[in-house]
């Protein structure tokens, strides 16, 4: 079995035969070794670190055509959970494979990636909370300039008997409705694009694309010979992914809308205490 990228590197296809070349000797010192082998088929993860450098074949031809000595033999055990606990599976495969055999999961296999991947998500929230944050200023200015264009009302309202938790009430209802209201929007938009996130970068290429292809036509019909545009490309398959993979958690959703509503309350609350404390003689005096 032969990765697409691989096949497409050498111009093989399923059914070719292929030579290939070893040797016997360890640490490759030994006499090379020329195996013709046919492709039995074409296969491809969409993770390009893979596609472009593995082949797979059968553990007893691999054994015929490789020296034990310059090999290792890799065995992969799949689990329910792979997100679990995995100490107890790591203990029962190492009490059946021996002494000799060295166990490990995937974290540890793949603890650089995963720092990297923690590390980015940590810089992600953070920078969505900074976000957030300045959209709670936002509310707590709109909040304030709601109080100083009803002033007047407020006034009147105090020297009918209004009470203070009564106002203050009323301005902390409209900072709450207005953060519910955003939160909504915001996770509803968030989640549309998220789950649409490869159709909308291959939507914005295509655009920008049609656009460049537009703006090299119109200036190689006024320059005769200039050198059209390159292509744009917001998410080359090259280096990475072929495709983002999309993995939605309800309860870190559920923990943004919480957040960001919790902080429209307290961005509220600070003109609905100034509105409670306000003086109706003081309020009709200014105005």
């Given at each position: 079995?032969?990765?697409?990228?691989m096949?497409?590197?050498?111009?093989?296809?399923?059914?070719?035969?292929?030579?290939?070349?070893?040797?016997?000797?360890e640490?490759?010192s030994?006499?090379?070794r020329?195996?013709?082998?046919?492709?039995?088929?074409?296969y491809?993860?969409g993770?390009?670190?893979?596609d472009?450098?593995?082949?797979y074949?059968?553990?007893?031809?691999?054994?015929?055509?490789?020296?034990?000595?310059?090999?290792?033999?890799?065995?992969?055990?799949?689990?329910?959970?792979?997100?679990?606990?995995?100490g107890?599976?790591?203990?029962?495969?190492?009490?059946?494979?021996?002494?000799?055999?060295?166990?490990?999961?995937w974290?540890?296999?793949?603890?650089?990636?995963?720092?990297?991947?923690n590390?980015?998500?940590?810089?992600?929230l953070?920078?969505m909370?900074l976000?957030?944050v300045?959209?709670?200023?936002?509310?707590?200015?709109s909040?304030?300039?709601?109080?100083?264009?009803?002033?007047?009302?407020?006034?009147?309202?105090?020297?009918v008997?209004a009470?203070p938790?009564a106002?203050?009430?009323?301005?902390?209802?409209?900072?709450?409705?207005t953060?519910?209201l955003?939160?909504?929007?915001?996770?509803?938009?968030?989640?549309?694009?998220?789950?649409?996130?490869n159709?909308?970068?291959?939507?914005?290429?295509?655009?920008?694309?049609?656009?460049?292809?537009?703006?090299?036509?119109?200036?190689?019909?006024?320059?005769?010979?200039?050198?059209?545009?390159?292509?744009?490309?917001?998410?080359?398959?090259?280096?990475?992914?072929?495709?983002?993979?999309i993995?939605?958690?309800?309860?870190?959703?559920?923990?943004?809308?919480?957040?960001?509503?919790l902080?429209?309350?307290?961005?509220?609350?600070?003109?609905?205490?100034?509105?409670?404390?306000?003086?109706?003689?003081?309020?009709?005096?200014?105005?």
């Amino acid at each position: 079995m032969v990765s697409s990228a691989m096949a497409a590197s050498l111009g093989i296809a399923a059914g070719d035969t292929v030579s290939v070349l070893t040797t016997w000797g360890e640490l490759m010192s030994g006499p090379p070794r020329l195996t013709p082998l046919v492709v039995a088929g074409i296969y491809e993860t969409g993770y390009q670190e893979l596609d472009a450098a593995l082949a797979y074949a059968p553990l007893a031809l691999a054994d015929r055509i490789l020296s034990p000595r310059s090999t290792r033999s890799l065995i992969g055990v799949k689990v329910r959970d792979p997100f679990a606990d995995l100490g107890d599976v790591e203990r029962q495969v190492a009490a059946a494979a021996g002494g000799d055999a060295r166990v490990a999961t995937w974290r540890e296999i793949e603890y650089a990636r995963l720092s990297s991947f923690n590390t980015t998500k940590a810089l992600l929230l953070f920078i969505m909370a900074l976000v957030v944050v300045v959209a709670s200023v936002n509310v707590s200015s709109s909040i304030m300039m709601i109080l100083f264009e009803r002033r007047l009302d407020l006034g009147i309202l105090k020297s009918v008997g209004a009470g203070p938790r009564a106002l203050s009430f009323s301005f902390l209802i409209a900072g709450l409705v207005t953060g519910l209201l955003g939160t909504a929007a915001g996770i509803a938009a968030g989640l549309l694009i998220a789950v649409n996130i490869n159709e909308v970068i291959a939507g914005l290429e295509w655009i920008v694309n049609r656009v460049l292809s537009l703006a090299s036509l119109i200036t190689s019909s006024f320059v005769p010979g200039a050198a059209p545009m390159g292509s744009f490309t917001l998410f080359n398959t090259a280096y990475y992914l072929k495709s983002i993979p999309i993995s939605i958690r309800p309860g870190e959703v559920i923990a943004a809308a919480v957040a960001a509503l919790l902080l429209s309350a307290i961005a509220s609350y600070l003109p609905a205490a100034r509105a409670a404390r306000t003086r109706p003689l003081e309020i009709l005096r200014k105005v």
